[in-house]
């Protein structure tokens, strides 16, 4: 059986951490994470696109792991354009 080479990502604030993973074809994102010594993730993607832990994974595609926001983005604008009025 062929073997697929995937990149998975975790993303902190200060950097990004990737580890390359070999696994067998119709391999899925949570083989993935398994193989690359992630216990759990909340949100994850395929090269910025949003997918389940049950996708299937091809040669070459990068797995992201997402975490979670500090602050929703629009609530952030509005402090900002508050302090800009002042």
Same mark, same amino acid.
């Given at each position: 059986m062929a073997s697929i080479r995937i990149e998975v990502v975790c993303?902190? !604030?200060s950097r990004a951490d990737p580890v390359t993973v070999e696994l067998p /074809? =119709?391999?899925?994102? !949570?083989?993935?994470?398994?193989?690359?010594? %992630?216990? /759990?993730?909340a949100a994850l993607? %395929?090269?910025g696109r949003r997918v389940a832990g049950d996708t299937r994974l091809?040669? =070459?595609? +990068?797995? /992201? %792991?997402? +975490?979670?926001?500090?602050l929703d983005p629009k609530e952030r604008r509005r402090e900002r354009a508050g302090r800009r009025r002042r």
């Open positions: 993303a902190t !604030r /074809e =119709g391999a899925t994102v !949570r083989d993935a994470l398994q193989a690359a010594g %992630i216990k /759990e993730a993607g %395929i090269f091809a040669h =070459g595609d +990068r797995v /992201e %792991i997402y +975490r979670p926001l500090l």
